[in-house]
T-cell receptor, first 112, second 114 residues
């Protein structure tokens, strides 16, 4: 596709359920980033990938959060046993060789 | 690692006023410097960038100059419009092959009054 695609665009889930958020980066982009943005707040780094490996997972808030990337392309961010504090917009971005990042529209997650 | 300090918001200006949003950074080596903008209800997008010292990035009437001496990349616009109302993020980032995360400033919310 022409840009970074994230799905779903909105997700409402019950507390305690698991959710999967998907990111389709721009074809050929080697770097992929996940960020979280709470209402009115800045960008909180979660994890990034270079190819399929994740050199920096330091931003994942807890062991309930995990992410993987396959084939150097699609990435999935999984949140297990969701809590209300997980409610936020989850943003994915991709980048060719660490130049500017191209962002998706985000997934708005609401935990009720 | 990189870090960035960005002017606190919100900033409210009248249309046609002059805008400056300050950004200073610390970084290993000489990163590329970026400003991203997030319009209401939209995702982040690149506004402008500069890749080496004394370079000036410009777009949509906005400008920022890479100042190595002061490690700054202040965003300026001579005459703002209502359509410039958005959140602006400064981001230094190394652009060579070794992998690194992008660190964003805290964001500056700009509101322009008609």
């Amino acid at each position: 596709g022409a840009g970074v695609s994230q799905s779903p665009s909105n997700k409402v889930t019950e507390k305690g359920k698991d959710v999967e958020l998907r990111c389709d980066p721009i074809s050929g982009h080697t770097a992929l980033y996940w960020y979280r943005q709470s209402l009115g707040q800045g960008l909180e780094f979660l994890i990034y990938f270079q190819g399929n490996s994740a050199p920096d997972k330091s931003g994942l808030p807890s062991d309930r959060f995990s992410a993987e990337r396959t084939g150097g392309s699609v990435s999935t961010l999984t949140i297990q046993r969701t809590q209300q504090e997980d409610s936020a917009v989850y943003l994915c971005a991709s980048s060719p060789a660490h130049t500017e990042a191209f962002f998706g529209q985000g997934t708005r997650l609401t935990v009720v | 690692g990189n870090s960035v300090t960005q002017m606190e918001g919100p900033v409210t200006l009248s249309e046609e006023a002059f805008l400056t949003i300050n950004c200073t950074y610390t970084a290993t080596g000489y990163p590329s410097l970026f400003w991203y903008v997030q319009y209401p209800g939209e995702g982040l997008q690149l506004l402008l960038k500069a890749t080496k010292a004394d370079d000036k990035g410009s777009n949509k009437g906005f400008e920022a100059t890479y100042r190595k001496e002061t490690t700054s990349f202040h965003l300026e616009k001579g005459s703002v419009q209502v359509s410039d109302s958005a959140v602006y993020f400064c981001a230094p980032h190394r652009s060579y092959s070794s992998a690194s995360k992008i660190i964003f400033g805290s964001g500056t919310r700009l509101s322009i009054r008609p």
